[in-house]
């Protein structure tokens, strides 16, 4: 896994496409590279409840070179033991997560669903992004309206409980 050339095909390869792409005439674009979407769309997939299956419609395949892949490493293998650990749908023994995050990641045999279901994460990721990002944009105020629902959308999900007051909470019985 993370040892070769990705290639996202069909829709997912037309969607990382446009998400890389220029959307105006001031050349503004929301990534700036492919990896950059891939590093995200795993976490942005799981944090959604968004996994897809490979898609095979499409107009081009899009493919990022392992070379490009080499510089987002760790990361990528962050993600993945995130997810692991963090999906109790696909498994609900902690110890079981922990050795799919930590222990069977060299292992084919063992690690196959899991490494599918990191891949069907991350297509699902990219289809949110793409969703909430470029949708049916067709002018510059669009896509930054796109992108000021996306990070109100995400903030109310998942910041709506943070405050000073709830932080600091936390941060005592971390202490304890």
Known sequence: MFDKDISLTGKHGDYMRRLVAEFDDKKNKFFRYAYDVYKCAAVIGFLYGRKAEKST?????????LSQINNIYDDLMFNYRLIMLLDEKHESNFDER???????????EKNKSDRELFERYTLGGIEVLYEKLIGNASKQEDYLLNLMNFIQDFNQRYNSEVNGENLIELCRRMSE
């Not at 419609?57 to 070179?65: A, N, R, V």
Request: aromatic share 24%; proline share 0%.
């Open 57 to 65: 419609s499409g107009e081009k395949d899009y493919t990022i070179f």
């Open 98 to 108: 922990l050795a799919k995050a930590f222990s069977y990641y060299g292992d084919d």
